[in-house]
């Protein structure tokens, strides 16, 4: 099983970036995905997360501005964020809840 997430990098405030989670060695299509975030000195919080057949749902800080998705064809999930602040300057992880599995994490970084 591997989850391997890419698209993280520096960005100025009020940019954009889309980040990607590439699954394989399980049913994709069959589980349901989130996403999380870590920043320095903080606890790991959900930042969204999409079902199996496409229901998403956003933690209030990011609602708006992030769009979760996913396509089961090529066993991957999308985090198109926008209008980034600051604040979500973290290491973002893609997981499987019910299996537990996560991805090695890819840094996004918010800053002039």
């Known amino acids: 099983v591997q989850l391997v997430e890419s698209g993280g990098g520096l960005v100025q405030p009020g940019g954009s970036l889309r980040l990607s989670c590439e699954a394989s060695?399980?049913?994709?299509?069959?589980?349901?995905m989130r996403w999380h975030r870590q920043a320095p000195g903080k606890e790991r919080e959900l930042v969204a997360s999409?079902?199996?057949?496409?229901?998403?749902n956003y933690a209030d800080s990011v609602k708006g501005r992030f769009t979760i998705s996913r396509d089961n064809a090529k066993n991957t999930m999308y985090l198109q964020m926008k209008n980034l602040k600051p604040e979500d300057t973290a290491v973002y992880y893609c997981?499987?809840?019910?299996?537990?599995?996560w991805g090695q994490g890819t840094q996004v970084t918010v800053s002039l």
């Open positions: 999409i079902s199996y057949d496409g229901n998403s």
């Open positions: 997981n499987v809840p019910t299996l537990d599995y």
């Open positions: 060695g399980f049913a994709f299509n069959s589980f349901n």
